[in-house]
Protein backbone atom coordinates (compact mmCIF):
# COMPACT_ATOMS: atom_id res chain seq x y z
CA UNK A 1 0.00 0.00 0.00
CA UNK A 2 1.28 3.33 -1.40
CA UNK A 3 2.16 5.87 1.56
CA UNK A 4 2.44 9.12 0.17
CA UNK A 5 2.44 12.66 1.36
CA UNK A 6 -0.57 14.49 0.84
CA UNK A 7 -1.30 17.31 -1.92
CA UNK A 8 -1.60 20.55 -0.29
CA UNK A 9 -5.27 22.77 -0.93
CA UNK A 10 -5.39 25.05 -3.80
CA UNK A 11 -8.10 26.95 -4.84
CA UNK A 12 -10.06 24.35 -5.57
CA UNK A 13 -9.91 20.97 -3.78
CA UNK A 14 -7.41 18.87 -4.92
CA UNK A 15 -6.89 15.19 -6.00
CA UNK A 16 -5.77 12.46 -3.23
CA UNK A 17 -2.62 11.47 -3.65
CA UNK A 18 -3.51 8.32 -4.98
CA UNK A 19 -5.59 9.88 -8.14
CA UNK A 20 -2.80 12.23 -8.52
CA UNK A 21 -0.31 9.46 -8.85
CA UNK A 22 -2.24 7.53 -11.35
CA UNK A 23 -3.46 10.80 -13.42
CA UNK A 24 0.32 12.03 -13.92
CA UNK A 25 1.67 8.74 -14.45
CA UNK A 26 -0.74 8.78 -17.23
CA UNK A 27 0.33 12.34 -18.40
CA UNK A 28 4.06 10.95 -18.34
CA UNK A 29 3.55 8.00 -19.91
CA UNK A 30 2.87 9.54 -23.00
CA UNK A 31 6.49 10.29 -23.69
CA UNK A 32 7.15 6.22 -23.03
CA UNK A 33 4.52 4.93 -25.17
CA UNK A 34 4.89 7.11 -27.77
CA UNK A 35 8.72 5.75 -28.21
CA UNK A 36 8.41 2.17 -26.79
CA UNK A 37 5.32 0.78 -28.50
CA UNK A 38 6.20 1.32 -32.02
CA UNK A 39 9.69 -0.33 -31.16
CA UNK A 40 8.26 -4.17 -32.57
CA UNK A 41 7.37 -1.88 -35.62
CA UNK A 42 10.87 -0.28 -36.70
CA UNK A 43 11.51 -3.10 -39.58
CA UNK A 44 7.93 -3.42 -40.91
CA UNK A 45 8.02 0.48 -40.67
CA UNK A 46 11.33 0.55 -42.41
CA UNK A 47 9.96 -1.75 -45.12
CA UNK A 48 7.45 0.09 -46.16
CA UNK A 49 8.53 3.53 -45.86
CA UNK A 50 11.70 2.23 -48.55
CA UNK A 51 14.21 3.02 -46.07
CA UNK A 52 17.73 2.01 -47.58
CA UNK A 53 20.08 1.80 -44.28
CA UNK A 54 18.09 -0.31 -41.31
CA UNK A 55 20.40 2.00 -38.81
CA UNK A 56 18.41 4.95 -40.27
CA UNK A 57 15.35 3.38 -38.53
CA UNK A 58 16.61 4.36 -34.96
CA UNK A 59 15.90 7.85 -36.33
CA UNK A 60 12.39 7.13 -36.09
CA UNK A 61 13.40 7.30 -32.20
CA UNK A 62 15.83 9.68 -31.72
CA UNK A 63 13.52 12.46 -34.05
CA UNK A 64 11.36 12.45 -31.45
CA UNK A 65 13.35 13.21 -28.57
CA UNK A 66 15.10 15.81 -31.02
CA UNK A 67 11.17 17.18 -31.09
CA UNK A 68 10.94 17.10 -27.38
CA UNK A 69 14.62 19.13 -27.58
CA UNK A 70 12.37 22.70 -29.28
CA UNK A 71 9.21 22.08 -27.12
CA UNK A 72 10.85 21.77 -23.86
CA UNK A 73 12.51 25.12 -24.31
CA UNK A 74 8.70 26.10 -25.65
CA UNK A 75 6.57 25.26 -22.94
CA UNK A 76 8.52 25.88 -19.81
CA UNK A 77 8.19 29.11 -19.86
CA UNK A 78 4.41 28.62 -21.72
CA UNK A 79 3.39 26.90 -18.17
CA UNK A 80 4.95 30.12 -16.62
CA UNK A 81 2.79 32.48 -18.17
CA UNK A 82 -0.43 30.54 -18.92
CA UNK A 83 -0.75 27.87 -15.90
CA UNK A 84 0.30 24.21 -15.90
CA UNK A 85 -3.20 22.97 -17.16
CA UNK A 86 -3.47 25.19 -20.01
CA UNK A 87 0.24 24.23 -21.22
CA UNK A 88 -0.73 20.51 -20.61
CA UNK A 89 -3.56 20.65 -23.14
CA UNK A 90 -1.98 22.29 -25.50
CA UNK A 91 0.58 20.08 -25.56
CA UNK A 92 -1.50 17.62 -25.92
CA UNK A 93 -3.38 19.03 -29.70
CA UNK A 94 -0.64 19.45 -31.00
CA UNK A 95 0.74 16.15 -30.12
CA UNK A 96 -2.39 14.40 -31.80
CA UNK A 97 -1.40 16.38 -34.88
CA UNK A 98 1.94 14.98 -34.70
CA UNK A 99 0.37 11.51 -34.71
CA UNK A 100 -1.94 11.85 -37.32
CA UNK A 101 1.07 13.14 -39.99
CA UNK A 102 2.95 10.02 -38.53
CA UNK A 103 0.23 7.66 -39.48
CA UNK A 104 -0.62 9.25 -43.31
CA UNK A 105 3.49 9.00 -43.44
CA UNK A 106 4.95 7.49 -46.98
CA UNK A 107 8.37 8.30 -46.65
CA UNK A 108 10.40 8.59 -43.71
CA UNK A 109 11.11 12.21 -44.51
CA UNK A 110 7.23 12.35 -43.63
CA UNK A 111 7.62 10.05 -40.72
CA UNK A 112 10.33 12.36 -39.32
CA UNK A 113 8.68 15.06 -39.32
CA UNK A 114 5.19 13.70 -37.63
CA UNK A 115 7.88 12.32 -35.25
CA UNK A 116 9.72 15.67 -34.62
CA UNK A 117 5.76 17.50 -33.73
CA UNK A 118 5.06 15.00 -31.48
CA UNK A 119 8.07 15.22 -29.59
CA UNK A 120 7.21 19.12 -29.21
CA UNK A 121 3.61 18.31 -28.42
CA UNK A 122 4.84 15.59 -26.07
CA UNK A 123 6.94 18.42 -24.11
CA UNK A 124 3.20 20.14 -22.49
CA UNK A 125 2.68 17.19 -20.68
CA UNK A 126 6.10 16.10 -19.67
CA UNK A 127 7.59 20.05 -18.72
CA UNK A 128 4.12 21.65 -17.57
CA UNK A 129 3.24 18.09 -15.40
CA UNK A 130 6.84 18.40 -13.95
CA UNK A 131 6.12 21.92 -12.30
CA UNK A 132 2.98 20.79 -11.34
CA UNK A 133 5.01 18.70 -9.44
CA UNK A 134 7.26 21.25 -8.49
CA UNK A 135 4.65 23.57 -7.35
CA UNK A 136 3.18 21.14 -4.91
CA UNK A 137 6.39 19.18 -3.34
CA UNK A 138 10.22 19.89 -2.91
CA UNK A 139 13.12 18.59 -1.70
CA UNK A 140 12.99 14.88 -0.96
CA UNK A 141 9.54 14.79 -0.90
CA UNK A 142 9.61 15.48 -4.55
CA UNK A 143 12.11 12.91 -5.14
CA UNK A 144 9.49 10.36 -3.64
CA UNK A 145 6.59 11.32 -5.09
CA UNK A 146 8.21 11.27 -8.57
CA UNK A 147 9.28 7.85 -7.73
CA UNK A 148 6.20 6.87 -7.23
CA UNK A 149 4.98 8.62 -10.47
CA UNK A 150 7.93 6.96 -12.07
CA UNK A 151 6.95 3.67 -10.67
CA UNK A 152 3.73 3.43 -12.20
CA UNK A 153 4.57 5.53 -15.58
CA UNK A 154 6.86 2.30 -16.28
CA UNK A 155 4.52 -0.01 -16.42
CA UNK A 156 4.04 1.65 -20.03
CA UNK A 157 7.54 0.86 -21.31
CA UNK A 158 7.02 -2.82 -20.22
CA UNK A 159 4.06 -3.55 -21.85
CA UNK A 160 3.97 -0.89 -24.79
CA UNK A 161 5.96 -3.15 -26.93
CA UNK A 162 3.21 -6.35 -26.28
CA UNK A 163 0.23 -3.87 -27.41
CA UNK A 164 2.71 -2.57 -30.40
CA UNK A 165 3.15 -6.28 -31.41
CA UNK A 166 -0.58 -7.35 -30.55
CA UNK A 167 -1.63 -4.81 -33.18
CA UNK A 168 0.64 -5.77 -35.80
CA UNK A 169 -1.03 -9.01 -35.54
CA UNK A 170 -4.40 -7.68 -36.74
CA UNK A 171 -3.51 -4.34 -37.62
CA UNK A 172 -0.74 -2.82 -39.88
CA UNK A 173 1.84 -0.41 -38.27
CA UNK A 174 -0.03 3.39 -38.57
CA UNK A 175 -2.75 1.57 -36.07
CA UNK A 176 -0.03 1.59 -33.70
CA UNK A 177 -0.55 5.38 -33.67
CA UNK A 178 -4.04 4.93 -32.45
CA UNK A 179 -3.45 3.73 -29.11
CA UNK A 180 -1.21 7.69 -28.82
CA UNK A 181 -4.52 9.10 -29.88
CA UNK A 182 -6.84 7.22 -27.49
CA UNK A 183 -4.35 8.09 -24.21
CA UNK A 184 -4.44 11.68 -25.32
CA UNK A 185 -8.63 11.41 -25.41
CA UNK A 186 -8.36 9.49 -21.65
CA UNK A 187 -6.23 12.40 -19.80
CA UNK A 188 -7.03 15.55 -21.73
CA UNK A 189 -10.57 15.26 -19.83
CA UNK A 190 -9.34 13.58 -16.80
CA UNK A 191 -6.90 16.28 -16.30
CA UNK A 192 -9.49 19.19 -17.49
CA UNK A 193 -11.95 18.25 -14.55
CA UNK A 194 -10.00 17.20 -11.82
CA UNK A 195 -6.99 18.79 -11.40
CA UNK A 196 -7.01 22.00 -10.10
CA UNK A 197 -4.72 24.60 -11.50
CA UNK A 198 -1.42 25.01 -9.29
CA UNK A 199 -0.23 28.38 -10.58
CA UNK A 200 -2.29 31.11 -9.00
CA UNK A 201 -2.61 34.39 -11.65
CA UNK A 202 -0.68 36.75 -9.24
CA UNK A 203 2.35 34.63 -9.47
CA UNK A 204 2.38 33.99 -13.29
CA UNK A 205 5.18 35.35 -15.45
CA UNK A 206 4.51 36.70 -18.32
CA UNK A 207 6.60 35.58 -21.68
CA UNK A 208 9.33 37.98 -22.05
CA UNK A 209 12.37 37.66 -23.99
CA UNK A 210 14.73 39.57 -22.20
CA UNK A 211 13.01 37.94 -18.76
CA UNK A 212 13.47 34.63 -20.19
CA UNK A 213 17.35 35.08 -21.38
CA UNK A 214 18.18 36.94 -17.99
CA UNK A 215 16.35 33.99 -15.89
CA UNK A 216 17.59 31.45 -18.78
CA UNK A 217 21.34 32.75 -18.25
CA UNK A 218 20.94 32.34 -14.27
CA UNK A 219 20.06 29.09 -14.79
CA UNK A 220 22.43 27.84 -17.68
CA UNK A 221 25.23 29.36 -15.19
CA UNK A 222 24.12 27.64 -12.39
CA UNK A 223 26.79 24.97 -11.67
CA UNK A 224 25.04 23.13 -9.52
CA UNK A 225 21.88 22.81 -11.84
CA UNK A 226 23.68 22.06 -15.07
CA UNK A 227 26.02 19.55 -13.25
CA UNK A 228 22.79 17.65 -12.63
CA UNK A 229 21.14 18.28 -15.95
CA UNK A 230 24.04 17.02 -17.92
CA UNK A 231 23.95 14.16 -15.94
CA UNK A 232 20.75 13.22 -16.50
CA UNK A 233 21.33 14.09 -20.38
CA UNK A 234 23.93 11.30 -20.18
CA UNK A 235 21.76 8.65 -18.44
CA UNK A 236 18.71 9.30 -20.86
CA UNK A 237 21.17 8.83 -23.57
CA UNK A 238 22.54 5.80 -22.49
CA UNK A 239 18.36 4.61 -22.57
CA UNK A 240 17.68 6.10 -25.62
CA UNK A 241 20.60 4.09 -27.25
CA UNK A 242 19.16 0.58 -26.21
CA UNK A 243 16.25 1.90 -27.00
CA UNK A 244 16.68 2.59 -30.52
CA UNK A 245 18.92 -0.48 -30.70
CA UNK A 246 16.86 -2.99 -29.11
CA UNK A 247 14.53 -4.35 -31.58
CA UNK A 248 17.74 -5.09 -34.00
CA UNK A 249 19.88 -6.47 -30.98
CA UNK A 250 17.49 -8.78 -30.02
CA UNK A 251 16.68 -9.94 -33.31
CA UNK A 252 20.72 -9.83 -34.90
CA UNK A 253 22.10 -11.24 -31.81
CA UNK A 254 19.56 -13.85 -30.68
CA UNK A 255 17.05 -14.33 -33.25
CA UNK A 256 14.30 -13.01 -30.48
CA UNK A 257 11.04 -11.36 -32.54
CA UNK A 258 7.90 -12.29 -31.16
CA UNK A 259 9.34 -12.61 -27.51
CA UNK A 260 10.72 -9.48 -27.79
CA UNK A 261 8.00 -7.34 -26.17
CA UNK A 262 8.77 -10.29 -23.33
CA UNK A 263 12.38 -9.58 -22.70
CA UNK A 264 12.10 -5.83 -22.94
CA UNK A 265 9.31 -5.60 -20.06
CA UNK A 266 11.77 -7.72 -17.92
CA UNK A 267 14.25 -5.42 -18.29
CA UNK A 268 12.02 -2.77 -17.97
CA UNK A 269 11.02 -4.18 -14.67
CA UNK A 270 14.19 -3.56 -13.09
CA UNK A 271 13.85 -0.04 -13.59
CA UNK A 272 10.91 0.32 -12.33
CA UNK A 273 11.54 -1.75 -9.10
CA UNK A 274 14.36 0.43 -8.21
CA UNK A 275 12.42 3.75 -8.66
CA UNK A 276 10.26 2.20 -6.23
CA UNK A 277 12.94 1.38 -3.61
CA UNK A 278 14.07 4.39 -4.39
CA UNK A 279 10.60 6.25 -3.57
CA UNK A 280 11.36 3.99 0.01
CA UNK A 281 15.20 4.65 0.23
CA UNK A 282 15.54 8.51 -0.74
CA UNK A 283 14.09 9.98 2.61
CA UNK A 284 16.20 8.25 4.61
CA UNK A 285 19.90 8.18 2.93
CA UNK A 286 19.34 11.11 0.30
CA UNK A 287 19.51 11.80 -3.04
CA UNK A 288 23.06 11.98 -3.46
CA UNK A 289 24.32 9.03 -1.58
CA UNK A 290 21.68 7.65 -3.79
CA UNK A 291 22.84 8.57 -7.01
CA UNK A 292 26.69 7.60 -6.67
CA UNK A 293 25.73 4.25 -5.44
CA UNK A 294 23.66 3.97 -8.44
CA UNK A 295 26.23 4.61 -10.69
CA UNK A 296 28.91 2.94 -9.53
CA UNK A 297 26.98 0.17 -9.79
CA UNK A 298 25.84 0.90 -13.71
CA UNK A 299 30.20 0.97 -14.14
CA UNK A 300 30.54 -1.77 -12.41
CA UNK A 301 27.28 -3.84 -14.32
CA UNK A 302 28.43 -2.47 -17.92
CA UNK A 303 32.22 -3.38 -17.22
CA UNK A 304 31.57 -6.80 -16.40
CA UNK A 305 28.80 -7.10 -19.66
CA UNK A 306 31.85 -6.01 -21.76
CA UNK A 307 34.55 -8.42 -20.18
CA UNK A 308 31.79 -11.06 -21.38
CA UNK A 309 31.35 -9.82 -24.27
CA UNK A 310 34.87 -9.20 -25.80
CA UNK A 311 35.39 -12.66 -24.27
CA UNK A 312 32.68 -14.04 -27.03
CA UNK A 313 33.40 -12.16 -30.02
CA UNK A 314 31.10 -9.70 -28.77
CA UNK A 315 27.99 -11.72 -28.40
CA UNK A 316 27.35 -12.89 -24.95
CA UNK A 317 25.31 -15.89 -23.67
CA UNK A 318 21.73 -14.30 -23.63
CA UNK A 319 21.56 -15.15 -19.53
CA UNK A 320 24.53 -12.88 -19.13
CA UNK A 321 22.92 -10.86 -21.46
CA UNK A 322 19.77 -10.26 -19.42
CA UNK A 323 21.25 -10.70 -16.13
CA UNK A 324 23.66 -7.76 -16.21
CA UNK A 325 21.49 -5.33 -18.01
CA UNK A 326 19.01 -5.74 -15.79
CA UNK A 327 21.52 -5.26 -13.59
CA UNK A 328 22.25 -1.46 -15.24
CA UNK A 329 18.65 -0.90 -15.80
CA UNK A 330 18.07 -0.93 -11.92
CA UNK A 331 21.06 1.65 -11.64
CA UNK A 332 19.03 3.84 -14.43
CA UNK A 333 15.37 3.39 -12.39
CA UNK A 334 17.25 4.95 -9.40
CA UNK A 335 19.49 7.73 -11.12
CA UNK A 336 16.31 9.17 -13.09
CA UNK A 337 13.94 10.69 -10.36
CA UNK A 338 17.07 11.81 -8.15
CA UNK A 339 19.11 13.30 -10.92
CA UNK A 340 15.86 15.42 -12.35
CA UNK A 341 14.77 16.22 -8.35
CA UNK A 342 18.37 17.39 -7.73
CA UNK A 343 18.53 19.76 -10.84
CA UNK A 344 15.36 21.18 -9.81
CA UNK A 345 16.22 21.61 -6.16
CA UNK A 346 17.32 25.34 -6.80
CA UNK A 347 14.86 26.17 -9.08
CA UNK A 348 11.60 27.08 -7.29
CA UNK A 349 11.37 30.65 -8.36
CA UNK A 350 11.72 29.78 -12.19
CA UNK A 351 10.65 26.04 -12.00
CA UNK A 352 8.82 26.35 -15.63
CA UNK A 353 11.42 27.62 -17.05
CA UNK A 354 13.86 25.55 -15.14
CA UNK A 355 12.30 22.38 -15.94
CA UNK A 356 12.30 23.60 -19.76
CA UNK A 357 15.87 24.17 -20.01
CA UNK A 358 16.40 20.83 -17.63
CA UNK A 359 14.71 18.89 -19.73
CA UNK A 360 15.73 20.26 -23.17
CA UNK A 361 19.31 20.32 -22.21
CA UNK A 362 19.23 16.82 -21.57
CA UNK A 363 17.44 15.62 -24.40
CA UNK A 364 19.90 17.39 -26.43
CA UNK A 365 22.58 15.23 -24.79
CA UNK A 366 20.54 12.58 -25.02
CA UNK A 367 19.97 12.62 -29.21
CA UNK A 368 23.39 12.96 -29.19
CA UNK A 369 24.66 10.43 -27.63
CA UNK A 370 22.13 8.00 -28.79
CA UNK A 371 22.45 8.75 -32.74
CA UNK A 372 26.79 9.12 -32.59
CA UNK A 373 26.99 5.92 -30.46
CA UNK A 374 24.36 4.07 -32.55
CA UNK A 375 26.02 4.39 -35.87
CA UNK A 376 28.70 2.39 -34.73
CA UNK A 377 26.29 -0.43 -34.47
CA UNK A 378 27.85 -3.69 -35.34
CA UNK A 379 25.44 -6.39 -34.54
CA UNK A 380 27.54 -6.72 -30.92
CA UNK A 381 26.53 -5.39 -27.65
CA UNK A 382 30.06 -3.45 -27.55
CA UNK A 383 28.96 -0.40 -28.32
CA UNK A 384 25.63 -0.43 -26.41
CA UNK A 385 28.11 -1.26 -23.13
CA UNK A 386 30.61 1.11 -24.17
CA UNK A 387 28.00 3.71 -24.15
CA UNK A 388 26.67 2.81 -20.53
CA UNK A 389 30.28 2.77 -19.55
CA UNK A 390 31.23 5.91 -20.56
CA UNK A 391 28.00 7.46 -19.57
CA UNK A 392 28.08 6.40 -16.19
CA UNK A 393 31.94 7.78 -15.67
CA UNK A 394 31.06 10.98 -16.91
CA UNK A 395 27.84 11.49 -15.40
CA UNK A 396 29.72 10.51 -12.12
CA UNK A 397 32.37 13.36 -12.38
CA UNK A 398 29.77 15.63 -12.32
CA UNK A 399 27.72 14.60 -9.65
CA UNK A 400 30.98 14.43 -7.35
CA UNK A 401 31.22 18.24 -8.70
CA UNK A 402 28.27 19.64 -7.83
CA UNK A 403 28.22 17.99 -4.35
CA UNK A 404 31.46 20.85 -3.93
CA UNK A 405 29.15 23.94 -5.17
CA UNK A 406 28.19 26.46 -3.40
CA UNK A 407 25.85 27.85 -5.64
CA UNK A 408 22.12 28.64 -4.04
CA UNK A 409 18.85 28.96 -5.47
CA UNK A 410 17.78 30.87 -7.84
Known amino acids: MLSLPSVPCMSKPALRTPEFVILFSLVTSITALTIDAILPALRQIGEALAVADPRDTQLIVSFFILGMVFGDLIFGPLSDAIGRKNAIQTGLLIFVAGTIVSMAATSLE ?6 VIQGIGVSGPKIASRALIRDLYEGRAMARIMSFIFMVFILTPMLAPALGQAVLLIADWPAIFLLFLLLAAIVAPWLGLRQPETLAPERRIRVSVSALLNNGALIVRHAKVMAYT ?3 GLMFGALLLYLSTAQALF ?3 YRIA ?3 PLYFAVLASGVGLSSYANGRLVMRYGMHRLSV ?7 GFGGALLGV ?3 NGGVPSFIAFMALCFGMFSCI ?6 LNAMAMENLGRVAGLGASLVSSISSLVAVIVAVAVGRFYDQTVVPLTAGFILAGLLSLALVLGARHSTAGDI
Open 110 to 115: QMLLGR
Open 230 to 232: LAA
Open 251 to 253: FDL
Open 258 to 260: DLF
Open 293 to 299: IALLGMI
Open 309 to 311: ALL
Open 333 to 338: GILFSN
